[in-house]
C-alpha cells in the first residue's frame, strides 16, 4: 500500500503564494508520475498541474505562469508552488501518485491523497 499525505494548504489573500506539499510512502519502487488536481463544490476535480518521472510538466491553463510543479524522487515528494492566487483557485487540492510497487513490480496504480483546503479571499 501506498499513502499520500498533502500539506501547506490555508487561507491567503487574493495576489498571496501558497506551496503545497506532498510525501509519498509504502511500497514504492518507483513513482512514474505525480501531480495536483483541484475539487470545488459540484464540479469534478480537474488537472492543475503534473509532472512525470523525466520532469516533464503539463499544467492546466489556469495555472500556466502562475504555478510550478517539482518533484523531489529521492523523498518521494511533490510540490506545487502557487503564486498571484486568485479566489478562483479556491478548492481542495489533492495529490496523485502514479506508483509502481515494490512487491510486484509489476502493478502500477493511481494513489490519492485525502487532500488539503486552500482558501483564497477576495
Known amino acids: 500500500q501506498v499513502q499520500l499525505v498533502e500539506s501547506g494548504g490555508g487561507l491567503v489573500q487574493a495576489g498571496g503564494s501558497l506551496k503545497l506539499s506532498c510525501a509519498a510512502s509504502g511500497s514504492i519502487f518507483s513513482i512514474n508520475a505525480m501531480g495536483w488536481h483541484r475539487q470545488v463544490p459540484g464540479r469534478q476535480r480537474e488537472l492543475v498541474a503534473a509532472i512525470a518521472s523525466a520532469r516533464l510538466t503539463n499544467y492546466a491553463d489556469s495555472a500556466k505562469g502562475r504555478f510550478t510543479i517539482s518533484r523531489d524522487n529521492a523523498k518521494n515528494m511533490v510540490y506545487l508552488q502557487m503564486n498571484s492566487l486568485k479566489p478562483e483557485d479556491t478548492g481542495v487540492y489533492y495529490c496523485?501518485?502514479?506508483?509502481?510497487?515494490?512487491?510486484?513490480?509489476?502493478?502500477?496504480?493511481?494513489?490519492w491523497g485525502k487532500g488539503t483546503q486552500v482558501t483564497v479571499s477576495s
Open positions: 496523485h501518485a502514479l506508483v509502481q510497487s515494490s512487491l510486484d513490480y509489476n502493478v502500477e496504480k493511481d494513489y
